[in-house]
């Protein structure tokens, strides 16, 4: 009973992953601070925006496997919440190969992690593989700083520069 039931709702979750017109993957060192909370900010607006509806898939994970299976970091759950994201079910996770055939975007925080992706695939894969940052206007920031250690600011920091992106990236997909 319970295995026909969790195979049902795999084939709906496989049916919505199939039907999702853009496929967007958020990278970081070890997805427990920046990734998710592109993920978390990016679903939010999509979810605010009626024309999106559920024809985008979301996902984070990081380069490394330091955190495998941990949540996010607290500090990241915290400032997100301020914001009205939830953040807190997500689990860590490390990229795999099959990401790169999956994903239509890449989107990566920093220049170390877009090198160390960038060594993982060939180049026919690059051109989904972007600095998140690219698609924010007007943004002194190339790159999302990592905030893990340091202070509460920078989290808030964080999440201020991953709406900009989240708004630019909006604007590229409604223009695609």
Known sequence: MWSE?????????MHDLLQSKHKI?????GNICRSPSAEGVFRKMIEEHESF??????DSCGTHSYHIGESPDGRAQHAAANRGIDISKQKARQIEADDFDFFDYILV???FNLNVIHSMVDETDRSKIHLFLDYAEL???KEVPDPYYGGERGFEIVLDLLEQASIGLIKHLQSN
Do not use: G, P, R
């Not at 039931?5 to 979750?13: E, R």
């Not at 993957?25 to 060192?29: G, N, Q, W």
């Not at 509806?53 to 979301?58: A, E, G, K, Q």
């Open 139 to 141: 943004n002194e920031y």
């Open 109 to 111: 925080m920093d220049n």
């Open 5 to 13: 039931q969790l195979w049902q709702s795999t084939k709906i979750v």
């Open 53 to 58: 509806d559920s024809s985008i898939y979301i």
């Open 25 to 29: 993957l958020f990278v970081c060192t």
